[in-house]
């Protein structure tokens, strides 16, 4: 077997940087479950009919099949199975499966793997690990869960090995009511109101001028073109979004509707730690204003901006239909792949160690192999995760076996039943008990390292 | 959309459920650590080329496309991808493709979803997760290692919250010199020997007397044919193992060496506890023989041997190859869906609640929401998991919220800034500080309960 190479967008992680990956996902299980959120799994294939309804992923979607299908089955039809894109259409599809059985409103996380057929690029991935928070409701769903959704992601993402991050809300009702208050027609994806988002989501790309030009081209105004631009020059704070928003000069009743909720984000989420997690009031925020109803979220790294947004999402005010009830929601869903391979390739953070080990016991001749294995029990038994040597070579290879690995304590047992530890890195060897030793707690697990900070 | 049904053999959880699940997972994790294996997670496609190489699984494999493929791209090309069907043919492709990242001998873990076309029934299921430790060595791999998976498992099987299991040890190398000194030939898949084991692993179909049949009619002798029954029939511990064997009057080189490898694992393990964990030497366990090379390992759950072995593996002599150099390795894989969901499903383990949360804290009115956050982060602050309470209805109707999810405290916060938490299981109120309060030990998480131990 000739060695195999990688295939491009379907990333492995070494033990080391998968150990990163491990402490982001366990700070992120701690803070769902310190606010509630149950955690469920969803099988990793939908029918390609549910995936489809979405519209404009089918480009991205990868078909699954059985090889020795049935001769005559045609591929591509609409019962066939293909990977999920997303954690948020299964989860609609889960809570129409079992909504018997959950108890209302539904707070669930879910951290798994997705697979796009996109290209593959820095930050893109063909398989890549989402974690999900999403309240769901039947009937209504209360608006107070959009600040709660901000709050519970702005809180792991202050504890995440990342750089800050910018939480930029904000709002369709508030977008379209602006709108429509400055006299443009249609919808989200249709008139004026649709052609002026599609524009200002350019923003990023052509400037204010180029954006104009569009907006000229959909046959705005000057005062519509510049009432449009200059909302989406809006950046706020709690304190300021109301006056900003209203020096305009521009009402409706769904701008005031929609400028309600996202003051009442803003507010709610004031005592998150600014320097880690900034939340703003964004409003050239386009992207999902076309799919979500309401709160839309987007998330920046400082430093990484190029990355794009790492933690996406909104409400959807039908996020499940079963026919017979709706089912509202609101999300938010943070990319981990895209936010931590990009950091681990360029070495912004490390494990301080590529292995839970933290002593090798060594072994002075193979028929003390069982007498080591006991002084290894002994350790375990108290949490330390203890190696035994896997050969009996002379102690210096034993050392060199431990250090390679990068772990830090060595354990001699000796004839007379003695025991000695090496710290290897300060070359201290000092007598010890395999029924109370304890290393230091910075050397108990690996830890998470940020080498920056 | 209509309420969607279940898609049968990829089963999907309730969070009460996936409690249970999660719990096995941590208990997984927590013993492999502490043993020093690291973790890691494969992509969960294969090239087709790669896992069709292994023969006899091409039915149960499902072939992954992008719907958008170039039009002429044939599907069933050995250049198409496929879900993964097991978690050892993508290890030994990660060694071969990283073995200059990885320190060796190397000991992982890996805990994934595998997927298998085959027809469901109860313990078969086409989407699971597997719980895999190997260790992997380059050039040779000490038998040492053998006993160390068996211990290594044989810990996390007692921890579990299954029912006791007997973890059944045969040895390819063993069976093999006892039928050469049979006077059989051939190898395992070939000749008399072939057969002979293929019969064997008849024995619990059809008995022993259908397995005289079978070997009659691959032309055994019926010294042969005794020889073979007899030693399937064995069932020892390391004290009486090699007497049972020796008593058959057979003699090989390779059979002595079998004994002796097979010996060496009993003794290692003898230390875990039996009545969670039996280790056997069981001469009948055929299954592996053909494509391991020493050891074999299989598992069965006390009560209920119908699912067949929930733990199985053994010693590749060539895991991998790349080349350049041979990567011999063990391991043994758990199957945890296959273990757990049919418990869940007996009721023979349950979660004590459905959801993390141990304290809802109720709302007076929607103009005091923003106190009971504050209320609910300085409980979390010490590790409380608490929901503020989805509406401000009758306290009655928040105490009944909390009730049906199973969540056993609300708090109560009062005008003149007192606060009162309330057990809702007896019913007991009392005094109580956001910044000290914590419950009993017991209640702080959800726990795994077992009814009828």
């Known amino acids: 077997m000739a060695r195999p190479t990688p295939l491009s967008g379907f990333p492995e992680l070494l033990p080391s940087a998968r150990l990163v990956e491990q402490h982001v996902l366990d700070v992120l299980r701690e803070v769902f479950e310190l606010h509630g959120f149950s955690n469920i799994e969803t099988r990793a294939v939908e029918p390609l009919s549910v995936l489809l309804r979405k519209g404009e992923i089918d480009k991205e979607v990868y078909v699954v099949r059985r090889l020795q299908a049935e001769a005559g089955e045609e591929s591509g039809s609409s019962d066939d199975l293909a990977l999920h894109f997303d954690l948020t259409v299964p989860f609609a599809r889960y809570v129409t499966e079992n909504a018997g059985h959950l108890q209302f409103p539904f707070r669930r996380y879910q951290i798994q793997k997705v697979w796009r057929g996109e290209r593959p690029q820095e930050g893109r991935y063909r398989e890549f690990t989402q974690a999900d928070i999403d309240v769901v409701d039947r009937g209504t769903l209360a608006v107070h869960h959009d600040a709660d959704m901000a709050r519970v992601m702005g809180e792991a993402l202050a504890r ?14 508030l977008v379209e009511g602006f709108y429509r208050g400055l006299g443009l027609e249609g919808d989200v994806l249709t008139g004026s109101i649709g052609a002026t988002m599609r524009a200002v989501d350019k923003l990023d790309k052509v400037g204010a001028r180029g954006v104009a030009d569009l907006l000229a081209q959909a046959g705005l105004t000057q005062a519509q073109a510049d009432g449009a631009l200059a909302l989406a020059q809006v950046r706020a704070g709690a304190g300021d979004l109301v006056a900003s928003v209203r020096a305009l000069g521009v009402s409706h009743e769904l701008l005031d509707q929609g400028l309600e909720e996202l003051l009442a984000v803003l507010t709610a989420v004031d005592d998150l730690p600014a320097d880690r997690v900034a939340v703003v009031a964004d ?13 839309v979220y987007e998330t920046r790294m400082r430093g990484w901006e190029s990355l794009g947004s790492i933690c996406s999402g909104g409400r959807y005010d039908a996020l499940a239909d079963d026919g017979r009830d709706v089912y509202p929601g609101v999300g938010i869903s943070l990319g981990v792949t895209r936010a931590i391979i990009p950091l681990l390739g360029k070495g912004a953070v490390r494990a301080s160690r590529p292995t839970p080990t933290v002593v090798v016991v060594a072994v002075a001749d193979e028929a003390h ?41 060595v354990w001699f047992s000796q004839e007379d039943g003695s025991h000695e530890v090496k710290d290897i890195r300060s070359g201290e060897q000092v007598l010890a008990d395999p029924a109370s030793w304890l290393p230091p707690a910075a050397d108990l697990r690996p830890t998470v390292v940020l080498p920056e900070a």
């Open 369 to 409: 192999r069982r007498d080591a294995d006991r002084v290894a029990s002994a350790l375990r038994a108290r949490g330390v995760a203890a190696e035994v040597s896997p050969t009996a070579a002379k102690f210096g290879k034993q050392i060199r076996f431990a250090d390679r690995r990068g772990v830090p304590f």
């Open 283 to 295: 409003l050239s925020v386009a992207r999902g204003l076309d799919y979500y109803t309401g709160t």
């Open 160 to 173: 995440l090995p990342l750089p800050g991050v910018t939480l930029q809300v904000n709002n369709r009702r």
